[in-house]
């Protein structure tokens, strides 16, 4: 009877384990998935929270299923910038 005790007790710590590995890694995994470009910084991410505090997982999730906005060339956005001052005089 301990020894099945035992054999219990080690598959379920290997378990959560796993769970661990799995939640750890499901935000990057969907980032890659997504193509998104920022992948590698959302991987790091959900592996930051999980190990120093799970509070933060949800928001890191969060990022990697959204959709970064078009990179603006910086000359595009100052003359955007200068027409918006104009209009307004």
Excluded: C
Aim: aromatic share 12%.
């Amino acid at each position: 009877m301990k020894w099945a005790a035992l054999i219990l007790l080690i598959i379920t710590i290997m378990l959560a384990m796993y769970f661990l590995y799995f939640i750890g890694g499901l935000p990057g995994r969907i980032a890659a998935n997504r193509s998104h470009p920022k992948a590698d910084a959302i991987r790091v991410g959900g592996w930051a929270t999980l190990i120093f505090g799970i509070v933060g997982w949800p928001w890191v999730l969060m990022w990697a299923y959204s959709q970064p906005l078009p990179e603006v060339p910086a000359g595009e956005l100052a003359k955007s910038a200068a027409d918006a001052e104009g209009d307004a005089k």
